[in-house]
């Protein structure tokens, strides 16, 4: 039996670093602006954020043959449809910066945003 | 399992999936996906140090199952499932060492390997490593709200107690 301090410490320590950890990841966030969309770990489109001059959306079909509408605008990108009961990635709203990836479990897709330069087809619909 | 253990898990079920219920109600203090209260927990927290880990077991699992389908989440279950059996058998092992005044510790090492959980499976899922990012911001949440449903337990543990009736 440890003693009740001894928890305290230990989960107060714990916290002190994820929150440390979480900070740095906002602080750390890139200054990119390429959307990369994944599906099942495989990258199928890139856009650059920054030449998109009209909004656009496009819509992706998942293997299970769910989909996912992508809306893109100068600047961002969001996802404002899914046909999933969860609709979590929806629900993420638009993403502008490295920080957090936009996820849709059910299709398998992650929308990340980075300064990577990969397979750019820039705003081409 | 006597008819008067049947009642009470089922009840306490019961319980769980009420707080469950209107939970899911709450629209979303921030938009990041798992960042959750988890107030029905307060009663799996509870089953495992007064009843042990098989009622616990039986009414989490039970509520997992009739959650997802009240909520219309049936495609999820998978996801909600791994991190809550990770969860579950995780505070299970680290009851041995905790006192009656340390559930609260239970409930926080829960919500951890709960988030560990869900990143993984996510990760697994699409094949995409960076989603990493997500497990210091979903720890801190997390800890606060394992904290928070964890002393709920212990309170009501305290109060419980002295009823003498479970």
Redesign the interface.
């Known amino acids: 039996?440890?003693s009740?301090k001894f928890?305290t410490i230990l989960?107060g320590a714990?916290?002190l670093?994820?929150?440390v950890?979480?900070a740095g990841?906002y602080m750390m966030r890139g200054t990119g602006k390429i959307a990369n969309i994944?599906q099942?770990?495989?990258l199928i489109r890139s856009i650059h954020l920054e030449t998109v001059t009209n909004p656009f959306s496009f819509s992706v079909s998942a293997a299970n043959g769910g989909s996912n509408l992508i809306q893109v605008m100068p600047g961002k990108i969001c996802i404002a449809e899914a046909d999933?009961?969860?609709q979590?990635?929806v629900?993420?709203?638009w993403i502008e910066d490295g920080?957090?990836?936009i996820?849709c479990?059910?299709h398998?897709?992650?929308i990340?945003i980075s300064d990577g330069g990969q397979a750019i087809d820039s705003a081409v619909q | 399992m006597s008819a008067k253990q049947l009642t009470r898990d089922a009840l306490l079920c019961a319980i769980a999936l009420t707080i469950f219920m209107i939970e899911a109600q709450i629209p979303a203090l921030v938009p990041i996906p798992g960042v959750k209260l988890g107030l029905a927990n307060i009663v799996t927290v509870f089953a495992i140090f007064v009843y042990g880990s098989k009622d616990a077991l039986a009414i989490l699992l039970v509520r997992v199952v009739l959650g997802s389908i009240f909520s219309g989440q049936i495609t999820t279950i998978l996801y909600s499932l791994a991190g809550g059996l990770l969860c579950f058998c995780v505070v299970v092992l680290i009851r041995k060492i905790l006192t009656e005044r340390q559930i609260w510790v239970a409930s926080v090492v829960g919500a951890i390997f709960h988030n560990i959980g869900q990143v993984l499976v996510a990760m697994l899922i699409t094949s995409t490593w960076r989603l990493v990012v997500y497990l210091p911001i979903l720890m801190v949440s997390g800890i606060l709200a394992g904290l928070f449903t964890g002393l709920c337990a212990q309170f009501l543990y305290g109060k419980l107690k002295n009823l003498r009736q479970f």
């Open positions: 039996m440890k009740t928890w989960i714990l916290l670093v994820c929150v950890a979480s990841i994944y099942d770990g495989e999933c009961p969860d979590v990635c629900e993420m709203g920080v957090l990836p996820v479990l059910p398998k897709l992650v990340e």
